[in-house]
């Protein structure tokens, strides 16, 4: 295994997130029977799906890999040795989810270091797993997905991820700033998955004010492995603004969210 600690580790992430993906879609096939829960604002919920799959990926994440340490979004993180930390969101898109759309994923990342360099997003109403390893490209079900490096935000819809805890004017003005350079704005509320379709050339970029780790890492190494610049300013503690498309989309993402407002 550790001959080739990214590739091992990389296999096993996809069947993880297959086999996670599988558990979650039981539970979504049965969500009625579930009493989600508030968490820190209107719409921010949380439901024994999600409590229930993170606590099965952990056990066997741990169980191979008992050196690499784990950070997820129910539980609090745990310290390992190798160097290695899984980043492991089991339902990205709760809301999507407990409301009966297709678009959540299971979503886990590996950081070498401060680095992302494995990531899997899994969707598995869309029968779609997207992949990816340092250096090894990225994947959507096998093939290989190379992003459009001539996009500009005008060239077809962009990711706005902002929630019901972003600062309303700063929003409006992101999306007054993008309206008037041509852009228009897509939503699936799946970080996760917005990423994934930067890399599969499904939206031209994507801009969130506010994601934590367990949503994004998995889907910046997707965006870089399929050729696109991804720029996170939070990390593995703190959670911080994302943009990520082909170069010139983020640098133009990056102006507009700083219109004022
Ligand atoms: C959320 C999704 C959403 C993003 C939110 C996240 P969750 O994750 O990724 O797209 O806008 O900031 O909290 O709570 O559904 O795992
Ligand atoms: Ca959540
Ligand atoms: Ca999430
Ligand atoms: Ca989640």
Redesign the pocket.
């Known amino acids: 295994d550790e001959a080739d600690p990214l590739a091992s580790r990389l296999a096993a992430a996809e069947r993880l997130a297959r086999t996670a993906g599988n558990n979650a879609r039981t539970f979504f096939l049965a969500r009625d029977t579930l009493n989600p829960e508030l968490k820190s604002a209107s719409q921010?919920l949380v439901s024994e799906a999600?409590r229930t799959v993170e606590a099965w990926l952990r056990r066997a994440i741990r169980r191979r890999f008992p050196q690499d340490g784990i950070v997820g979004?129910e539980e609090a993180a745990t310290e390992g040795s190798s160097g290695f930390v899984w980043v492991i969101?089991p339902?990205?898109?709760?809301?999507p989810?407990l409301v009966g759309q297709p678009n959540?994923t299971v979503s886990i990342g590996i950081a070498r270091g401060d680095a992302p360099v494995v990531g899997v997003v899994y969707a598995p109403m869309l029968r779609e797993c997207y992949s990816a390893a340092e250096g090894g490209g990225a994947r959507l079900n096998g093939c290989l997905l190379t992003m459009n490096p001539d996009w500009s935000v005008a060239s077809t819809t962009i990711g706005f991820?902002?929630?019901q805890?972003a600062d309303p004017s700063e929003a409006g003005a992101f999306v007054e700033a993008l309206y008037r350079e041509g852009g228009v704005l897509f939503r699936?509320?799946?970080?996760?998955l917005?990423l994934a379709y930067v890399a599969a050339n499904r939206i031209a970029g994507y801009y969130?004010p506010?994601?934590?780790c367990?949503?994004c890492w998995a889907g910046m190494i997707l965006v870089r492995e399929a050729g696109g610049v991804v720029t996170f300013e939070g990390d593995l503690g703190q959670p911080g603004p994302i943009w990520a498309g082909n170069r010139r989309v983020h640098d133009q993402l990056r102006r507009l969210s700083r219109a004022t407002p």
Request: glycine share 14%; aromatic share 12%; proline share 0%.
């Open positions: 921010d999600d979004e969101d339902i990205d898109g709760t809301m989810f959540w991820g902002a929630t805890k699936v509320g799946s970080g996760a917005m969130d506010t994601l934590h367990w949503d």
